[in-house]
């Protein structure tokens, strides 16, 4: 009965992680998936006169739900996943470069990730005439915030 006992204890947990490796974790192509399906999201809502928010928010919502696990994708990293699918096939998403400098804030009016980030160092950085920031400093539509 004892001998059975120690049998059990070493053969259960050699099971268990036996049993983790049968489990295929994620692989590359599940990413490249969503940066392409992310862009053609984008691409195609730009190109029928869609704004870059309403265009942004539906991709990046995609781009954030594909993601399994805790951790989801920054909105940085989306931009950059829909850059760089565009990019490969270029073919693919006609007329899409046009519209990337948006997702980086390059278009006049745009909040994008550089400007915020430029705004708020200006901002957090104490001047002679003020050593406080407010919330008002910062922008209510920052698409990149969570």
């Not at 920054?74 to 990019?87: D, Q, R």
Request: glycine fraction near 8%; proline fraction near 5%.
């Amino acid at each position: 009965m004892v001998r059975l006992r120690q049998r059990l204890a070493l053969l259960l947990p050699l099971a268990g992680l036996a049993g983790l490796t049968f489990i295929a974790p994620p692989t590359a192509s599940s990413a490249v998936d969503s940066a392409a399906k992310g862009a053609q999201i984008y691409c195609f809502m730009r190109s029928n006169g869609n704004g870059h928010k309403v265009s942004w928010e539906a991709a990046y919502a995609l781009i954030k739900r594909q993601k399994s696990g805790m951790f989801k994708t920054s909105p940085e990293h989306a931009a950059v996943m829909i850059t760089e699918a565009v990019v490969k096939e270029p073919g693919t998403y006609p007329d899409c470069g046009k519209y990337l400098g948006d997702l980086f804030g390059s278009s006049q009016g745009s909040n994008g990730p550089q400007s915020t980030i430029d705004s708020r160092i200006n901002t957090s950085v104490p001047s002679s005439s003020s050593n406080t920031t407010t919330s008002s400093d910062w922008s209510e539509d920052d698409r990149y915030s969570y």
